[in-house]
C-alpha cells in the first residue's frame, strides 16, 4: 500500500511539473520585448513599435471590473502625470474584449491604454497566461521596457496597492543611472 502511495504521489508530481514546462516562460530582462500589435479600447490597433525612445510599462491583468485589477489601474492613473514627466506609457492588457476595455475605462476614468488580447496572443508571448476557474487569463505581470524596445525589469505576480509606486521607483533609478 505503501508502495501504490509513493507511486501515486510521485506521478502526480511528474504531471504537474510537466504541466508547469508546457507554459510559456516570461522574456527576461535584457532581452529585446517581443513586438505586438492589439486593439485599444478604442479600437485602434496599437504596436509596441509605436512607442520607440519612450519608456513602456506593460502590464497584464486578469480581468476588467475585479477589485485587484481596478486598484492597479487607478493607481497607474494617479500616477499618469508622473509617467509623463519620465517619458513613459502605460499599457495595460488582458484577455478582456475592446467592448469591455472601453467600458471599464469609462467607468473607472481611465486615461491610458487597454489592450483587448482576446486569442491570448500576447499574454503567451510574454508568459502572463493563468487558468482559473477553468478560464484563461492574464496574470498580473508587468514589463518595464526602455526606449530601445529592451526588458529592463520584469516583476512577477506584482501586488496591485503598491505597484505603481514601485515601477516609479526603478524608473527613477534607471534614468538616473544614464
Request: one cysteine or more.
Amino acid at each position: 500500500m505503501k508502495v501504490l502511495s509513493v507511486l501515486f504521489v510521485t506521478l502526480t508530481l511528474a504531471a504537474l511539473l510537466a504541466v508547469a514546462a508546457d507554459q510559456p516562460q516570461p522574456p527576461a530582462a535584457g532581452n529585446p520585448a517581443p513586438a505586438f500589435s492589439l486593439p485599444n479600447q478604442e479600437g485602434a490597433q496599437v504596436s509596441l513599435d509605436q512607442f520607440k525612445g519612450k519608456w513602456v510599462v506593460l502590464y497584464f491583468y486578469p480581468k476588467d471590473f475585479t477589485s485587484g485589477c481596478t486598484i492597479e489601474a487607478h493607481n497607474f492613473q494617479r500616477d499618469l502625470d508622473k509617467y509623463t514627466q519620465k517619458n513613459a506609457v502605460i499599457l495595460g492588457v488582458s484577455v478582456d474584449t475592446v467592448d469591455s476595455h472601453k467600458g471599464f475605462c469609462t467607468k473607472e476614468g481611465l486615461n491610458f491604454k487597454l489592450l483587448a488580447d482576446a486569442k491570448h496572443e500576447v499574454v503567451e508571448k510574454y508568459g502572463s497566461v493563468m487558468e482559473y476557474n477553468g478560464m484563461t487569463l492574464a496574470e498580473r505581470n508587468t514589463f518595464l521596457i526602455d526606449p530601445t524596445g529592451v526588458i529592463k525589469k520584469v516583476y512577477l505576480k506584482v501586488n496591485p496597492n503598491k505597484h505603481s509606486e514601485e515601477i516609479l521607483a526603478d524608473l527613477q533609478q534607471f534614468q538616473a543611472a544614464k
